[in-house]
Structure formats: structure tokens, C-alpha cells
């Protein structure tokens, strides 16, 4: 699955400022795509064997009252400045207000650790686009904490509140046909291969 728009600007904001990301991101939001889009891929990696990521890093957009939305749809509004997310309590029809609170709840069901991983990683990528190469000591750091905590939630030792994959009685934990599995001390990437 191609994971998307799962941060907001404001996420990056909280962080920085809305100028230095601007700066940043050089006034193009396709750098932003690619960066968060590397971030989220990179987190997606080390949980998708354990968590269900289809429903965690499910897409944030900008609401659009001319829309429909579909039950747990996140959206968010920009209001004084502030990002506020919400999510579709059930289907929400067009022409709906985001104050309705029959269809949307106020509220940030992203997991805030992953929030702040995919942050940290999206910044230091973008400082590393400045212009000598070198990313700030600061955000190098936070973001080699960020792949160690991607490294435990993968091994288990931190865990998420979030939804963890379900198998059919039919299928096995193996996701990828080509996941290496430990035996002893060999180890074989092709297993399901004869």
C-alpha cells in the first residue's frame, strides 16, 4: 500500500516553524510528498509484520464540506492557525459542517509515538537538503533515536496502541513470501521457494 498524507504540516510546525519549513521544503509541497513518503515507508517497514498499518497510517486530508466521507475517515481543518483533526464517526454526507457531532469527533487517533518518529525523520531529511549536505547535530540525533525506537517497536520491546494484523485460521504470519526466516544459525530469504 502506498501510505500518504498521514502527517499535516501543523505535526512539522509543532517542531519547527511555519517559516523555517517553508524554507525547508523550498516552497514545494512535492518535497514534502517525497520526504513524507520516505518517512512513512521507512516506519511502515519495521511494523507492518505486527500492526495493522492500512489502518494506522490511513490518509489525513484537508475537509472539504462539498465531500462525502466514509466511517473513520481522518480529516483536519486549519482554524487561527491551529490544526485540528477529526474523524468520520459514520458516513458523512455532503454538504455536512465539521462541528457536526452526529458525523465527526474531534479528536487525533494517530499513534503519537509514530506521529513523532515519522516527524523527526521527515525533518532531518529536509535539513538535509540544504545546501552544504549537512544536517543540523540536533535533528541527526533525533533522528538515529527515531530509527532505534523503529528497531524496538520491530523487535517488540516497545509496543503501539494500535490494531495488530488478524490472520484467518488458513494463513500463516508470514506477510512476504520472500521473509527471511532464522533457522539456527542459516538463514534463507528464498523459504517458500522448492
Do not use: C
Not at 43 to 71: G, I, N, W
Amino acid at each position: 500500500m502506498l501510505y500518504k498524507n498521514y502527517i499535516v504540516k501543523g505535526d512539522l510546525i509543532a517542531e519547527i516553524n511555519a517559516t523555517n519549513l517553508e524554507e525547508l521544503i523550498e516552497g514545494d509541497d512535492n518535497n514534502w510528498i517525497k520526504t513524507e513518503k520516505k518517512a512513512l515507508e521507512a516506519a511502515a517497514a519495521h511494523t507492518r509484520h505486527y500492526y495493522d498499518t492500512d489502518t494506522e497510517f490511513r490518509e489525513v486530508t484537508l475537509h472539504d464540506a462539498s465531500k462525502v466521507y466514509t466511517e473513520n475517515q481522518r480529516v483536519y481543518v486549519i482554524d487561527s492557525g491551529e490544526y485540528k483533526l477529526y474523524v468520520a464517526l459514520k458516513d458523512v454526507p455532503a454538504t455536512t459542517v465539521i462541528t457536526d457531532e452526529t458525523y465527526w469527533e474531534q479528536k487525533d487517533d494517530r499513534n503519537a509515538l509514530l506521529v513523532s518518529i515519522i516527524v523527526d525523520k521527515m525533518i532531518y531529511s529536509l535539513t538535509g537538503r540544504n545546501r552544504s549536505g549537512d544536517s543540523p547535530g540536533y535533528w541527526f540525533d533525533r533522528n538515529k533515536d527515531a530509527n532505534a525506537e523503529l528497531v524496538k517497536i520491530q523487535k517488540g520491546i516497545t509496543s503501539l496502541d494500535i490494531p495488530l494484523l488478524t490472520y484467518a485460521d488458513d494463513e500463516t504470519e508470514q506477510e512476504d513470501p520472500g521473509q527471511a526466516i532464522s533457522w539456527g544459525e542459516r538463514s534463507t530469504a528464498d523459504n517458500n521457494t522448492y
